[in-house]
Structures are given as structure tokens and as C-alpha cells.
């Protein structure tokens, strides 16, 4: 079965720009949390989509959006690009109701200049 | 959400058993434990979950004790590939909308050659 993916794997923006990340989930989750990892802050949690709803939401400001589609794949947006922004973005899908057997992809990692 | 407690870092040599201790005082009765593994520059990755007793699989063992406050990751006859982060998390094993899945600062396991 293939695993969750992300697209893209690199990514270098300009403050005050926006960008958009891709999660394509393991085919029969539903189920897809984004995480934000940096060096200084750790692994924080987003947001979680099941069902093309947002189900959960961490302590990030409104400049960090996201959706999923009925095939359950979801994007991440971030508009207004700072430079606190650049870390690795992680994806992970999970089977319906299943917190804590999470599968994650390879992440994105943004550069903010 | 159980707030759980481990070693920021270890140090061990190759071809010996590692064992990570994670404390969580106040776990629930419906909380299960489950250890994550993370490589730099990748996802973390699913290792083991357990909820009472030992649970074994081909890659680690995890002991949980009776009273279920505390419980130690295992990994046999470790390798230079077993250099990570290990993640210990307590929850519900089914989220139904109110779990967001935090991740403490782990233990930096490091093996030595």
C-alpha cells in the first residue's frame, strides 16, 4: 500500500507571499492532521480534516488555512509569509477515528527569505 | 490529554538493549501508549502501542506496568541506523474530534559505534 505523500518536498518563498502544500493520505484514511516542526518549537499540531471538515485546530493564527477533498486528500495553505514560517510541514493520515496510530509523510520543507 | 515525561537524550553502544522510559502519571483508563520514531528530515514513523502488560512486535517491545503510569520502550541489539528521536504519547486510541496529537520534546537516542 503506498504511503502518505507530499508535494512539494522543497520549497523557497518570499516574505509576504503564500504558498499551498499537497498530502495525498494513505488510500482509506480519512483522516489528515498538518504538524509544523521547527528546531526551536518542536512538533506542533495544525489542523485535522476528516471528512472534508475541519475537525480540530491548533494555536496558529488564521493566516494558516487548510481543506480536504472527497478523495480525502488535503492542502495546507499560508498567506503572508513570514519568516518564523520556514520549518518542515508534515502530514499524517490515520483510519477513521484512529488518533493515535498516525502515518506520516515526508514532509515539505519551506525556506521564507 | 496525559502529559508524559522522558529523557531528553541517551547514548548507547551498538549490539546493546535500549530501553526509553516515558512517564504519564495521569493517564486515563481509555488511554493507550504509543512510541514514535523520527529520523531528521522525515515524518516521525509508527512504532508500537500498547495499553497494559507487553506488547512485542519485529521491531521493539514495550513494557507497561500494572498501575500503567509509566512504560519503557525496548529495542533489542540496537544499530547505527536506531539513532532517532522516540516519541511516547498517551491518549484515547479513538479520536472523535476533541484529541490533538502533541508531541512532547522526545528522548535523542544515540548510538555509539
Known amino acids: 500500500k503506498a504511503g502518505v505523500t507530499q508535494t512539494p518536498r522543497y520549497l523557497i518563498k518570499t516574505r509576504g507571499q503564500q504558498v499551498t502544500l499537497s498530502c495525498s493520505p494513505i488510500?482509506?484514511?480519512?483522516?489528515v492532521s498538518w504538524y509544523q516542526q521547527t528546531p526551536g518549537q518542536g512538533l506542533q499540531f495544525l489542523f485535522e480534516?476528516?471528512?472534508?471538515?475541519?475537525?480540530n485546530k491548533g494555536n496558529f493564527p488564521g493566516r494558516f488555512s487548510g481543506r480536504q477533498f472527497s478523495n480525502s486528500r488535503s492542502e495546507m495553505n499560508v498567506s503572508t509569509l513570514e519568516l518564523g514560517d520556514s520549518a518542515l510541514y508534515l502530514c499524517?493520515?490515520?483510519?477513521?477515528?484512529?488518533?493515535?496510530?498516525?502515518?506520516f509523510g515526508p514532509g515539505t520543507r519551506l525556506t521564507v527569505t | 490529554l496525559a502529559k508524559t515525561t522522558q529523557p531528553i537524550s541517551m547514548d548507547s553502544y551498538e549490539g546493546q538493549e535500549v530501553n526509553i522510559t516515558c512517564s504519564h502519571n495521569?493517564?486515563?483508563?481509555?488511554?493507550?501508549i504509543t512510541w514514535y520514531q523520527q529520523f531528521p528530515s522525515q515524518g516521525p514513523r509508527f512504532i508500537i502501542q500498547?495499553?497494559?502488560t507487553k506488547v512485542t512486535n519485529e521491531v521493539a517491545s514495550l513494557f507497561i506496568p500494572a498501575d500503567r503510569k509509566s512504560s519503557t520502550l525496548s529495542l533489542p541489539r540496537v544499530s547505527l541506523s536506531d539513532t532517532a528521536v522516540y516519541y511516547c504519547?498517551?491518549?484515547?486510541?479513538?479520536?472523535?474530534?476533541?484529541?490533538?496529537?502533541?508531541f512532547g520534546t522526545g528522548t535523542r537516542l544515540t548510538i555509539i559505534p
Open positions: 495521569n493517564i486515563a483508563t481509555n488511554d493507550y
Open positions: 504519547l498517551v491518549g484515547p486510541r479513538l479520536n472523535f474530534g476533541n484529541e490533538k496529537l502533541t
Open positions: 500498547g495499553y497494559k
Open positions: 488510500s482509506g484514511h480519512r483522516s
Open positions: 499524517a493520515s490515520s483510519l477513521s477515528g484512529t488518533a493515535y496510530e498516525q502515518y
Open positions: 480534516y476528516f471528512s472534508e471538515t475541519q475537525r
